[in-house]
């Protein structure tokens, strides 16, 4: 078991639960870097940061077994078994926030915030839509205080 049971109840009576250390920083943060440079931003010189928010499509996608075993397992074990999950589900999108926001004041998120953002807004969900039925969002480089990154409201 990856997930230890306090984990669990925390996602079953919360909603959500935090998986740490699921897969390499080093590696991550070198596929950015390299999917980044081939879109024109280098991540270390923002005069190529034509845009202070951007989404790419990589170049490679690795499936989430292969890209993070232990994320892999917790998903199955939250979801009753890897035959109750879609295999084969691919990182292939990534959301790179260069600097967005950086002008403004930090303002604590609360539900008045703007810019919330909903997940699956574009189809019709169902129960046995499986598209939402567990969704991880691997942060994928390091997140500095107040610097913007996905907020869980508990």
């Avoid at 574009?122 to 969002?137: A, M």
Wanted: charged letters at 20%.
């Amino acid at each position: 078991m990856v997930l230890t049971p306090a984990q669990i109840e925390q996602f079953v009576t919360e909603g959500y639960t935090v998986l740490h250390d699921a897969f390499s920083g080093e590696d991550s943060m070198a596929w950015v870097r390299e999917e980044a440079a081939i879109a024109g931003y280098d991540l270390d010189d923002p005069t190529t940061w034509t845009k202070d928010y951007v989404r790419i499509s990589t170049k490679r996608s690795q499936t989430v077994a292969e890209f993070s075993p232990v994320g892999w397992q917790a998903a199955c074990e939250l979801m009753g078994g890897e035959d109750r999950v879609v295999s084969g589900t691919r990182i292939s999108l990534f959301a790179l926030n260069l600097s967005q926001g950086a002008d403004q004041p930090f303002r604590e998120a609360t539900p008045q915030s703007p810019g919330w953002h909903k997940d699956g807004w574009h189809f019709r969900h169902f129960l046995d839509s499986y598209e939402q039925g567990l969704l991880g969002i691997p942060l994928l480089t390091d997140v500095h205080p107040q610097g913007g990154a996905t907020f869980v409201a508990a």
